[in-house]
């Protein structure tokens, strides 16, 4: 599959496995996890036929794996990011030291001020890379990082988990606990 289509097909899928599945006819279990049939019936039914090769690409070569199958390949469900009810039966795990966050410039004022929020998701996505901050950031506009330091929150009872594509998450991050980064070394 050419990396237009990959691209197409991956936000299609973002959409509807993460936000409104409903939308296209879908029903997600409680854990996020869809019949790959029904997705695949579904998504034809919508004008977006997607083979199960093309899924199966998408799966294995999206660069943030935002997809998941099920041990048995017969049900799939975003790695993380939704806005609907869903419990991704993620265990708490201990983060690094430090963590990372990617903005667009325009942000950091109301981030300084009153910290990261989840807004409409149900958790804040950090990395442990400054490099995959840098590219979240820049679907922002000017890319910036910031710095958590997640220890510090574990310590004063902050959860945090990591999902199946390797994403930390955490239900906010006050501003006492970040950063930009660069800035700690001053």
Partial sequence: MDNKKLIKVSKYLSRHLRHEPESIGIVLDSAGWCDVSDLLSACAANNMTITRAEL???VAENDKQRFAFSPDGKRIRASQ???IDVDLEL??????DVLYHGTGAGSVAPIREKGLRKMNRH???LTDNTE????VGARHGKPVVFTVDAQ?????GHVFYRSENGVY?????????LSLA???ED
């Fill in 56 to 58: 199966d690409a998408v």
């Fill in 182 to 184: 660069g800035e700690e």
């Fill in 81 to 83: 990011g939704h806005s």
């Fill in 152 to 156: 510090a929150m574990r310590r004063t």
């Fill in 91 to 96: 265990s708490p795990v201990s983060p690094p």
């Fill in 123 to 125: 958790h804040v996505h």
């Fill in 132 to 135: 995959t901050a840098v590219k």
């Fill in 169 to 177: 998450l955490v239900d906010d991050v006050p501003p006492q606990y």
